[in-house]
């Protein structure tokens, strides 16, 4: 191959072009000459396992063989949330990355489960946040997909105690605070404690 093709880098299901591609042979005698009557495999579409090109070319019963690198991409499309097992939350608490479950869609409809996205947001959670976003990159492609979560808010404190227990609300000046029997609830807007 004396000049490489103008193509080397296809999306699947594109098929080879030869443009440019200059394929030369040489003889016993340190001659050459540029032949056009050559063949190539594959001829069909191509996938992402194809790697190479094999340029063949026969002549008076002989067969040579050599190989031209390509790169067969298939492009990523989109990403969804396709399973976010936990949609609840209470306002302080985290998204865990492992409750997410992500899938990338590619040019030709396959798709696949990825786990190297990131997601937002990642810290305790406040009652504005209404949606987790991911973002997922392959190759030069970045996709984004979100899901709506809801997450309750802090209303109020409520001190209660149980009724078999007896909690001192009485002291002697100087008496230390006794907390036995003291139970505080945290009380969020959905009312749960």
Same mark, same amino acid.
């Given at each position: 191959i004396t000049n490489p093709p103008t193509k080397t880098t296809y999306k699947q299901g594109e098929t080879f072009d030869q443009t440019g591609m200059v394929i030369t042979v040489t003889y016993?005698?340190?001659?050459?000459? *540029?032949?056009?009557?050559?063949?190539?495999?594959?001829?069909? /579409?191509?996938?992402?396992?194809?790697?190479?090109?094999?340029?063949?070319?026969?002549?008076?019963?002989?067969?040579?063989?050599?190989?031209?690198?390509?790169? *067969?991409?298939?492009?990523?499309?989109a990403i969804g949330i396709t399973e976010l097992k936990k949609t609840k939350y209470k306002q302080g608490e985290t998204i865990n990355k492992s409750d997410i479950v992500v899938r990338a869609t590619y040019e030709d409809n396959t798709n696949k489960q990825v786990t190297n996205f990131t997601y937002e947001p990642t810290g305790a959670l406040q /009652?504005?946040?209404?949606?987790?976003?991911v973002t997922y990159t392959e190759g030069t492609e970045t996709k984004t997909a979100s899901k709506d979560?809801?997450?309750?808010?802090?209303?109020?404190?409520?001190?209660?105690?149980?009724?078999s227990v007896e909690f001192k609300t009485t002291y002697i000046k100087g008496e230390s605070f006794d907390p036995t029997g003291l139970i505080v609830s945290v009380i969020y807007e959905d009312r749960n404690a």
């Open positions: 016993e005698d340190n001659t050459t000459k *540029v032949v056009t009557n050559y063949n190539y495999t594959p001829t069909r /579409a191509l996938t992402v396992s194809d790697r190479y090109i094999t340029i063949s070319y026969t002549e008076n019963g002989v067969t040579k063989q050599i190989a031209q690198s390509i790169t *067969v991409t298939n492009k990523l499309t /009652a504005s946040d209404t949606s987790i976003a979560i809801q997450v309750t808010y802090i209303t109020a404190l409520e001190i209660t105690s149980e009724p």
